[in-house]
């Protein structure tokens, strides 16, 4: 591989751009901080005829009453860009479960522990911190309580409804306020033989017939500090008496605040896991307690 270097005045930029990529594999162009220029490269598969371009360039130059920019050529050492991406996208570990992307598969014995997950467009590889927390909770929970219904709210990928599938069986809702998160989902769950379990939905929170309408043992959300509070009162009513709250997306700062949301409606902090700066919560609703508004 060989990349070009160029510079050019902003407004001419993208003429000299447009002349390079008529033979390389790919072009950029971006400004240079604090002089009015912008570089210009050119990606190259094979060795090009340097003096021939800068004879092209020169005479673009001329045309347009510009000083001709000269263009460097270096090579590129050669990367096994596969092999990058397949080592970014390295198993996750997260208690008994193991995250892995769809070049891994086979890899790893399925149906077991391993997930596997292609994102997509949609949040949830396992990686963040946050994700990680809320499997580690998962895993967890599972070996002391048995899951009948649960809900992944902002299930993303939807590695965490996958997740409670795998360990409980159970029928389980995912739903996201974004529509591309349900078909991400349900892709995903076609892989991990989850499909049978699984309902998605769209909505923004609980508004939707189907959720204002459910109770559920098990409520993992994985969205953000400000959602969770605002969705307090409503996650509340629909967790079934018993039932786990296992909520992040949390910072740690905004820890006491989410909390406070929660314990001020009934619910006892049974586990705090920190990962990071990503604290993951589970919190339970007594037998009886009915909620307060
Ligand atoms: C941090 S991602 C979590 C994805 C996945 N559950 C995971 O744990 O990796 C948060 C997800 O919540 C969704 N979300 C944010 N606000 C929401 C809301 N009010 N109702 C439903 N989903 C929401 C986002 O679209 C996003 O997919």
């Given at each position: 591989?060989?990349r070009?270097?160029?510079?050019a005045?902003?407004?001419?930029?993208?003429?000299?751009?447009?002349?390079?990529?008529?033979?390389?594999?790919a072009?950029?162009?971006?400004?240079?901080?604090?002089?009015?220029?912008?570089?210009?490269?050119?990606?190259?598969?094979?060795?090009p005829?340097?003096?021939?371009?800068?004879?092209?360039?020169?005479?673009?130059?001329?045309?347009?009453?510009?000083?001709?920019?000269?263009?460097?050529?270096?090579r590129?050492?050669?990367?096994?860009?596969?092999?990058?991406?397949?080592?970014?996208?390295?198993?996750?570990?997260?208690?008994?479960?193991?995250?892995?992307?769809?070049?891994?598969?086979?890899?790893?014995?399925?149906?077991?522990?391993?997930?596997?997950?292609?994102?997509?467009?949609?949040?949830?590889?396992?990686?963040?911190?946050?994700?990680?927390?809320?499997?580690?909770?998962?895993?967890?929970?599972?070996?002391?309580?048995?899951?009948?219904?649960?809900?992944?709210?902002?299930?993303?990928?939807?590695?965490?409804?996958?997740?409670?599938?795998?360990?409980?069986?159970?029928?389980?809702?995912?739903?996201?306020?974004?529509?591309?998160?349900?078909?991400?989902?349900?892709?995903?769950?076609?892989?991990?033989?989850?499909?049978?379990?699984l309902?998605?939905?769209?909505?923004?929170?609980?508004?939707?017939?189907?959720?204002?309408?459910?109770?559920?043992?098990?409520?993992?959300?994985?969205?953000?500090?400000?959602?969770?509070?605002?969705?307090?009162?409503?996650?509340?009513?629909?967790?079934?008496?018993?039932?786990?709250?296992?909520?992040?997306?949390?910072?740690?700062?905004?820890?006491?605040?989410?909390?406070?949301?929660?314990?001020?409606?009934?619910?006892?902090?049974?586990?705090?896991?920190?990962?990071?700066?990503?604290?993951?919560?589970?919190?339970?609703r007594?037998?009886?307690?009915?909620?307060?508004?």
């Amino acid at each position: 591989m060989w990349r070009g270097a160029l510079l050019a005045p902003a407004a001419f930029a993208p003429v000299f751009q447009d002349l390079l990529s008529a033979e390389a594999a790919a072009t950029s162009g971006f400004a240079v901080p604090g002089g009015g220029l912008w570089l210009v490269e050119a990606f190259f598969a094979k060795a090009p005829d340097g003096p021939r371009l800068q004879g092209q360039i020169d005479r673009l130059a001329g045309s347009l009453a510009l000083a001709p920019p000269s263009l460097t050529l270096d090579r590129v050492p050669p990367r096994d860009w596969l092999a990058e991406v397949e080592r970014q996208s390295s198993p996750v570990v997260a208690g008994r479960f193991l995250v892995h992307g769809r070049h891994d598969r086979g890899r790893w014995p399925a149906g077991g522990w391993a997930i596997e997950i292609d994102p997509g467009r949609a949040f949830g590889t396992g990686r963040h911190d946050s994700t990680r927390g809320c499997l580690l909770a998962l895993d967890r929970l599972a070996r002391r309580r048995r899951i009948r219904r649960s809900l992944d709210l902002g299930c993303g990928s939807g590695i965490l409804a996958i997740a409670a599938i795998k360990l409980w069986r159970a029928p389980t809702l995912a739903s996201d306020i974004d529509p591309l998160a349900a078909a991400e989902t349900l892709r995903n769950a076609r892989a991990n033989a989850a499909r049978p379990w699984l309902r998605t939905l769209t909505a923004n929170g609980f508004r939707h017939a189907v959720l204002m309408r459910c109770r559920h043992d098990l409520i993992v959300a994985n969205i953000l500090a400000g959602p969770l509070v605002k969705l307090a009162p409503e996650l509340v009513r629909r967790l079934a008496p018993g039932g786990r709250a296992v909520l992040s997306g949390i910072l740690s700062r905004q820890a006491s605040g989410v909390l406070a949301a929660y314990l001020r409606r009934g619910l006892r902090l049974e586990r705090r896991l920190q990962l990071g700066d990503w604290p993951t919560l589970v919190l339970r609703r007594g037998p009886g307690i009915m909620p307060r508004p």
